[in-house]
């Protein structure tokens, strides 16, 4: 009969190869993971200006001029609520002086921008 015991677990050099895959996994999945998360934002931050220029569109058609966000929200051809940022930006509708519109989000500017021009007058 062999005296000589069975190995049972892993040894230490096996384990540290698991560690360093693991290490390697990590390092590639994680930037991609948060480059996904940033460009969802910046997409729904779009997708959000572009319903508020929409609403903002509305508006002047009716009303002849457009409005500040918090005047688009609750009406009709406005907004039900307020949109939120995924980053937390606060949306801005900046009507300069020459009736032309500027929807804007705070955290990702230049990215999510709308600019709309001064309604035309009817003539009508």
């Not at 409005?67 to 907004?79: K, P």
């Not at 995924?86 to 500017?109: E, F, K, N």
């Amino acid at each position: 009969m062999s005296t000589r015991k069975t190995r049972r677990g892993f040894s230490l050099v096996e384990l540290l190869a698991v560690v360093l895959i693991l290490a390697v996994l990590a390092a590639v999945a994680v930037p991609l993971y948060l480059n996904t998360q940033a460009n969802a934002s910046r997409r729904t931050c779009s997708a959000n200006v572009a319903a508020i220029a929409a609403a903002e569109s509305a508006q002047a058609l009716r009303g002849g001029a457009y409005v500040t966000l918090a005047n688009l929200i609750g009406r009709s051809e406005g907004l039900a609520e307020s949109p939120v940022c995924p980053s937390g930006g606060a949306y801005t509708c900046t009507v300069a002086a020459d009736g032309s519109c500027t929807i804007a989000c705070a955290t990702h500017a230049a990215a999510t921008q709308k600019v709309l021009a001064a309604p035309i007058a009817d003539g009508l």
